[in-house]
């Protein structure tokens, strides 16, 4: 079957680092890629790891780790605008297979 | 469309009835999807479309569930006898293609959020 595990939720302080893990199970394993969905609004692309290592855009950075099913996402300066709902996906096949989610806090 | 537009944003119906959920995607995009979110929760795939063809229904969660797509283009997912369990926000993306490779990022629409009472 196919299974994404990754934290319920995250709090952190502004300016701050956090990072959010994601661990997965799958066939047909293409690459991971992440989503941030703020409260009412629709998922957003925040990026894509096709091959092992780090993929940096601005104060967002994504690890993904082949050979030990995981990944993570790592946010730099947090801001308060941060604060959303941010998921792991992974393409398997023909679609991609979402995890549960992260619900980050970030506190003044 | 600049984007992937949905309609409407919002349904109330009475369980029973039928409900039709449109999806419109980005022009030229080859790819279209369907997913449901529970308030608070993850997002499940329901169907694909690559074309006018659906190559994997596996995620309708039951034959009340029905997807097309014509011309390529706009989708109608449809929901017959609705059940309370039903409620949830319908969510639409798509993609120059199928997923795969960092070229096939998924546009999401703003969602239908429907309420069966």
Redesign the interface.
């Known amino acids: 079957g196919q299974s994404l595990e990754q934290p319920s939720e995250v709090t952190a302080v502004e300016g701050a680092i956090v990072q959010i893990n994601c661990t997965y199970q799958t066939s047909g394993f ?2 991971l ?1 992440w989503y941030q969905q703020h409260d009412g ?5 925040l990026s ?1 790891n ?1 091959l092992d290592g780090l993929e940096e855009t601005g104060r967002f950075s994504s690890f993904l780790s082949r050979s030990d099913s995981y990944g993570y996402l790592l946010l730099q300066e947090l801001q308060m605008k941060d604060s959303a709902s941010y ?1 792991c996906a992974v ?11 992260t619900r980050l806090q970030v506190f003044p | 469309g600049a984007g992937v537009s949905q309609s409407p944003s919002n349904k109330v119906t009475e369980k029973g009835k039928d409900v039709e959920l449109r999806c419109d995607p980005i022009s030229g995009h080859t790819a279209l999807y369907w997913y449901r979110q529970s308030l608070g929760q993850g997002l499940e795939f329901l169907i694909y479309f690559q074309g006018n063809s659906a190559p994997d229904k596996s995620g309708l969660p039951s034959d009340r569930f029905s997807a097309e797509r014509t011309g390529g283009s706009v989708s109608t997912l449809t929901i017959q006898r609705t059940q309370q369990e039903d409620s949830a926000v319908y969510l639409c993306a798509s993609s120059l293609r199928l997923a795969g490779g960092p070229w096939e990022t998924q546009y999401f629409g703003p969602g239908t959020r429907l309420l069966v009472l």
Do not use: C, R, V
Request: hydrophobic content about 25%; overall charge neutral; proline content about 5%.
């Open positions: 293409y690459g890629s609004g629709a998922p957003t692309f894509y096709g998921f393409s398997s096949g023909d679609k991609l297979i979402f995890g549960t989610g």
